[in-house]
């Protein structure tokens, strides 16, 4: 099994910054694509950022130029620094990540799609 949690979210004054944090564990052989995800009230759940192991990241046109995804391939673990947070960026927040996953041997055994349990990230005055 494979557990995603986050950390970093919270309240902030508009104009102010968040960090996120996602941190994986358990069968992990390696990890592909990770991305956040958030969803305010009353909307779907969309994409904010993702990355690839790689490095190679992507945006949602909101969050570029405000939020930088970043990861570290060793500790399984991705970021997003978030800048001059609006309160239309308040939702909850939620890590996604696409793992290969091992079995008891350490061989590869195929890969699934993992969510974190989300952290909410309330901008308001």
């Known amino acids: 099994q494979v557990q995603l949690v986050e950390s970093g979210g919270g309240l902030v004054q508009p104009g102010g910054s968040l960090r996120l944090s996602c941190a994986a564990s358990?069968?992990?052989?390696?990890?592909?694509?990770m991305a956040w995800y958030r969803q305010a009230p009353g909307k779907q759940r969309e994409l904010v950022a993702s990355?690839?192991?790689?490095?190679?990241?992507n945006y949602a046109d909101s969050a570029k130029g405000r939020f930088t995804i970043s990861r570290d391939n060793a500790a399984n673990t991705v970021y997003l620094q978030m800048n001059s947070l609006t309160p239309e960026d308040t939702a909850v927040f939620y890590c996604?990540?696409?793992?290969?996953?091992?079995?008891?041997?350490?061989?590869?055994?195929?890969?699934?799609?993992?969510w974190g349990q989300g952290t909410q990230v309330t901008v308001s005055s």
């Open positions: 358990g069968s992990i052989l390696s990890i592909n694509t």
């Open positions: 990355i690839t192991n790689g490095g190679n990241t």
């Open positions: 996604h990540a696409d793992v290969s996953r091992k079995g008891i041997s350490g061989v590869y055994i195929g890969s699934m799609r993992y």
